[in-house]
């Protein structure tokens, strides 16, 4: 089983509509929560961070994690055709390898969503 | 700010062949790191270096090696490659080892034939 599943899609959806990305997780060691957009061919780069439940919003985005459930989400409103992309939710644990800690980030596979106009 | 630039950006390598996939950064973080990205498998960690002059394996370090002479370098060895081993590659870096923000670099597309 892996330490965290995500829906890889495709998801399609119309211009202006909410979209609602998910992510579960089995390791309740994992202490922050993060969203990466990925555009084609380019490297991930941090949408939005979490490290508490609840709700963060910032612009049309909002992530809201539920530790009792080990879930977190993405919600995108008013999407537009420029959110196309692949979206990956990451976690961060503090993690001792042979006596050496290290930030180890844990990545779902990847939500490919298309907004069409 | 150029952030973390690799190269090349796609390679063709015979297999059996050996190749080192370079990344710079310039924002003298601490802590580097080395994925792979595949399809339905999303991005997983080969190696990491929390400062210059440390390494450690990820979680599929198999028929890779890394170094880490100075802050700013951190490249990617495959010392006889496999058809296993095609793949995008992203180097990425954070301020610290326990840091939230992972910078990634643009990618290298191997294709091992």
């Known amino acids: 089983q892996k330490e965290v599943e995500q829906d890889p899609g495709p998801l399609s959806v119309p211009e202006g509509a909410i979209v609602s990305l998910n992510c579960t997780y089995s390791?309740?060691?994992?202490?922050?929560f993060m969203w990466y957009r990925q555009y084609s061919r380019k490297g991930p780069e941090l949408l939005m961070y979490t490290y508490s439940s609840g709700n963060k919003e910032d612009g049309r985005f909002t992530a809201q994690v539920d530790k009792s459930s080990k879930y977190i989400s993405l919600f995108i409103r008013d999407s537009q055709p420029s959110d196309s992309a692949t979206y990956l939710c990451a976690m961060s644990l503090n993690l001792n390898a042979g006596g050496t800690s290290y930030g180890k980030l844990t990545f779902g596979q990847g939500t490919i969503l298309t907004v069409h106009p | 700010t150029a952030g973390i630039t690799q190269a090349p950006t796609s390679q063709i390598l015979a297999a059996g062949r050996s190749m080192t996939l370079r990344c710079t950064q310039d924002?003298?973080?601490?802590?580097m790191y080395w994925y792979r990205q595949d399809l339905g498998l999303g991005l997983r960690l080969i190696h990491y270096?929390?400062?210059?002059?440390?390494?450690g394996k990820g979680e599929v370090p198999d028929g890779y090696s890394v170094s880490r002479a100075n802050t700013d370098d951190f490249p990617l060895t495959l010392a006889s490659a496999v058809p296993s081993q095609t793949s995008v590659y992203f180097c990425a870096s954070k301020q610290g080892a326990f840091g939230t923000e992972a910078f990634f670099g643009q990618g290298t597309r191997l294709t091992v034939v």
């Open positions: 270096s929390n400062t210059a002059g440390t390494t």
């Open positions: 390791n309740s060691a994992f202490q922050y």
């Open positions: 924002m003298r973080h601490n802590a």
